[in-house]
């Protein structure tokens, strides 16, 4: 039993089985971030005025990341090019880029992630609050240190792009003065929840697209030698898969890091 | 769609030399792989079907439960209540339902019906077996998929029934699991219910982009789009509904997990109180959000439930009538519309919500549009009716009651429809009574009927007849028991998901203003829970010859004399009975449409669709019109 156009496209369609396939799958996964982002227009329209924070982000390393995802992306085209030309060393040189690339993401990602669950708000008992990156946080010591400052306006916390630069300083908190402390996890606030949940699922995308790619990369490119043109559709669905990741940063960047 | 006819390859016959085809057509693959672990679309679909006859029968369990409780408000479940105590516990401490255990019942009742019943049997069962074999294909686009969709479906479905026996039981928030409701309850049952939900989604996630490209791409020659039987049109349009509007419900339940476990406050607002204490949460969170999300899930979703029915009905309607379906392209573009709207309805299960006048104005609009492809749709079936030579055969009959009770069904929304009706109707038992009516003697009426009709082409016998009418006119009599009192009791204003059917409240609002005032409900309103209890459990006996039959019947239903038993024209009859793997044994090319039914000159009354055009007819210009 064979079953027809697993790699000759259909001729009245054009397409064959994994490239509609994939295809599919992508437009539920439109859905899914789409959800995702009705969500985070909803609870930033429903955000208490003054309480939507602006310039948590880090641009800088947002636009890294931006450049890092839009490198990966020519490769993965360069490497199914390489396969469709016949240059196998080629592709292996590609997506190995591709999977570096990947990585740096990540590592980007991962700094941006321990940098804010570091960051501390600490309300304080005469009403101020203490903000900044926890630097010690021993507790058989009566006092924590933080690099940050104290304001008296809880909503200077939250938009920082209109201040210019915020000057850090080393502060000492006696534990006796601090009313409660929380770092900037998702339950901080529904932006950070919206952050967390977003990019979250958007680096398992990468992970789950970075897996498939190295499958490909190294045992799964066997079948290069059996049957070249089957392997280059493979290429071809993996790299729609990893355009379409590529292509929900492009959104978050703006959304998350720009506004 | 004319010249392509030509270029498809060639059929290939059946042969066993491919080394990349793992399966082979040999019988030594041995029975984990045969039947467990298989790719074959007919044995995935026969796996999707027991398993979920086997879930609807859970989910009947849970309701003989609570309308025992309704009818018997504090009474102990009677022969079953020391063993619910022992597997329970605490929630049904000397045999009775506590009210946490009742919300328990409800909220797994309606999941259990939906995601594991309903669906995979109409869309994921009769789908998998029925659809590559009415568009001539060797089997599903991709077989493994298909596999560990099934897979991922039990997966959850084992998760979902783990849920009752962890500590404080299973969800207890509603189908629905509206938060922070859903949120707040201190057991880890919802946590369970979301881990659960997240498998069912992948499982339809991937059933649906399989369906998608099976019916795009493996058609037989000559099965152009027109050509197609409309029971395929309206799984290529569940299997759309399916893949878009499933995800949402994944993002919202990704959400509430979040909310669970990371303590976010995604749907939880500023100020919310749990137990009268202020909860520790950062709060600024949108309950409604939950509330968009899941329904824009859960209004296609009722489309999900129906259309496959609709179209199990369509080809039972057309091969018992022995006439072509009336209106074939009015269906086809009826059931696209259906598709198409379904999305922009959902906000008509919000209206009490507070959402503003404009959205309901709006949502009320398409609810009153999108009745029209639906109206359309089951006239299309009863003019079919008119003029035939119908043959009453159980099949048929279960096809037939589907009209009239979906009839009520549909006709008794359009009050829930309109925002100012749906004010006093809403939360009572009159939207309960209404969506069974879709549903039940709807929706599981037309998954008989197509059990009843399918299952000759799957084991080569029929089911018994007399026990299949004593099976009709026992469910059809005792469905309209349970639920026709059920839109009196809600026009009385009795509202649903009150442990005690309502007793308490009863009885504290008649004693302050004596009975039958506002609000307060009469004696006559209660009565009914007992006569609805008893019609519950007489509906039950009457699906017992409907068990006993499906497997009686493997071994002595009455032999098919050949591979068309109902003389019909859709190609799944053209394969040898049971189907083997790779499904037929020659070439299928398709030259006409699926319900030629008496065509006048014809030497039978049934035209099969791969049976050439005759030779005396005008010369051949094309294969297609």
Request: charged share 10%; hydrophobic share 50%.
């Amino acid at each position: 039993m064979d079953i027809p156009y697993t790699v000759q496209p259909r001729p009245d369609i054009g397409l064959y089985n994994a490239k509609l396939g994939i295809w599919l799958f992508l437009a539920s996964e439109v859905m899914l971030f789409g959800g995702l982002f009705s969500a985070y227009i909803l609870l930033r329209v429903g955000a208490a005025p003054g309480y939507w924070p602006h310039g948590w982000l880090n641009v800088w390393l947002g636009t890294l990341n931006t450049i890092i995802l839009a490198l990966s992306a020519i490769t993965t085209l360069l490497a199914w090019v390489a396969c469709k030309v016949g240059h196998f060393g080629k592709f292996k040189f590609f997506h190995a880029c591709t999977l570096a690339l990947a990585l740096s993401f990540l590592c980007v990602k991962m700094y941006e992630y321990h940098d804010k669950w570091i960051h501390y708000e600490i309300k304080l008992n005469d009403g101020t609050f203490a903000d900044g990156h926890m630097r010690e946080n021993d507790p058989a010591k009566d006092y924590v240190k933080i690099e940050g400052r104290i304001v008296n306006d809880e909503t200077l916390l939250y938009d920082l792009r209109s201040q210019g630069k915020i000057k850090m300083e080393e502060l000492e908190i006696p534990r006796s003065k601090i009313v409660s402390m929380q770092n900037y996890g998702p339950w901080h606030n529904t932006f950070l929840a919206i952050y967390f949940t977003l990019t979250g699922l958007h680096a398992l995308h990468i992970i789950g697209g970075s897996i498939v790619i190295g499958y490909l990369w190294g045992p799964g490119s066997k079948l290069w030698k059996k049957d070249p043109e089957r392997f280059t559709n493979r290429i071809e669905v993996s790299g729609l898969f990893w355009h379409f990741v590529d292509l929900v940063w492009i959104f978050l960047f703006p959304v998350l890091y720009l506004t | 769609m004319e010249t392509t006819v030509q270029q498809f390859p060639p059929f290939r016959e059946a042969d066993d030399h491919h080394g990349h085809d793992e399966h082979g057509h040999h019988e030594d693959i041995g029975f984990l792989r045969s039947y467990v672990f298989s790719t074959d679309h007919k044995i995935i679909g026969i796996q999707y079907g027991l398993t979920a006859l086997c879930f609807l029968l859970f989910g009947f369990f849970l309701m003989i439960l609570m309308r025992w409780q309704i009818a018997h408000p504090g009474l102990p479940v009677p022969f079953i209540g020391s063993l619910l105590e022992k597997a329970l516990g605490q929630p049904a401490a000397k045999g009775v339902i506590s009210p946490e255990l009742y919300n328990s019942l409800g909220a797994m009742h309606g999941t259990i019906m939906v995601f594991l019943g309903i669906v995979p049997l109409a869309f994921a069962a009769f789908g998998n077996y029925v659809v590559p074999l009415m568009i001539g294909a060797v089997d599903m686009t991709f077989p493994r998929v298909n596999m560990a969709s099934y897979q991922a479906y039990f997966i959850g479905g084992l998760i979902m029934l783990v849920s009752f026996f962890i500590p404080g039981g299973a969800a207890q928030a509603g189908w629905t699991s509206y938060s922070p409701l859903a949120t707040t309850i201190p057991t880890h049952g919802q946590l369970f219910w979301i881990v659960g939900m997240v498998f069912l989604i992948s499982s339809s996630l991937m059933g649906a982009i399989n369906f998608i490209a099976t019916i795009i791409q493996l058609r037989a020659p000559g099965m152009t789009w027109m050509r197609l039987p409309w029971f395929v049109w309206t799984q290529f349009v569940t299997a759309f509904i399916l893949l878009l509007a499933f995800p949402p419900l994944e993002a919202a339940a990704v959400m509430q997990l979040m909310d669970n476990v990371a303590h976010t406050s995604f749907f939880l607002p500023t100020g919310l109180a749990v137990g009268g204490q202020l909860a520790n949460i950062s709060g600024g969170g949108s309950p409604l959000l939950w509330q968009h999300l899941f329904w824009f899930l859960g209004h296609p979703e009722v489309y999900v439930l129906i259309l496959p029915a609709m179209g199990i009905v369509c080809e039972i309607i057309a091969n018992n009538t022995r006439k072509p379906i009336w209106g074939y392209k009015s269906l086809v573009y009826s059931v696209l519309a259906v598709g198409f709207l379904s999305f922009i309805v959902w906000a008509h299960h919000m209206y009490l919500t507070g959402m503003g006048t404009k959205i309901s104005t709006f949502f009320q609009t398409t609810t009153m549009i999108i009745s029209i492809p639906s109206v359309i749709i089951l006239t299309c079936f009863f003019i079919s009716l008119w003029g035939g030579s119908i043959r009453f055969n159980t099949p048929m009959l279960f096809a037939l009651a589907f009209l009239p009770m979906f009839g009520i069904g549909g006709l008794t929304g359009l009050p829930l429809g309109f925002n100012v009706s749906d004010v006093h109707l809403h939360d009572t038992y009159y939207i309960i009574a209404h969506f069974h009516y879709v549903v039940a003697p709807g929706t599981i009426f037309a998954l008989f009927a197509g059990v009843y009709y399918w299952y000759p082409k799957m084991t080569g016998r029929f089911m018994n007849e007399f026990w299949g009418r004593v099976h009709f006119w026992g469910s059809l009599v005792f469905m309209n028991v349970v639920f026709m009192p059920m839109f009196v009791q809600g026009m009385a204003g009795m509202l649903r998901r009150m442990s005690d059917g309502g007793a308490n409240y009863s009885a504290a609002v008649n004693s302050r203003a004596g009975a039958d005032v506002i609000g307060g409900l009469s004696a006559n309103i209660m009565s009914l829970h007992t006569p609805i209890f008893w019609g519950a459990m007489c509906l039950g006996l009457a699906q017992i010859p409907f068990i006993i039959n499906v497997f009686w019947s493997i071994k002595h239903g009455e032999k098919i004399k050949n591979d068309n038993p109902w003389n019909s024209t859709t190609l799944e009859w053209q394969t040898p009975t049971p189907p083997p793997h790779g499904n037929f044994t020659r070439e299928m090319r398709v030259y006409r449409g699926p319900y030629e039914y008496s065509v006048p000159g014809h030497a039978t009354d049934f035209t099969p669709q791969n049976e050439p055009p005759e030779p005396l007819s005008a010369p051949r210009i094309s294969t297609a019109h």
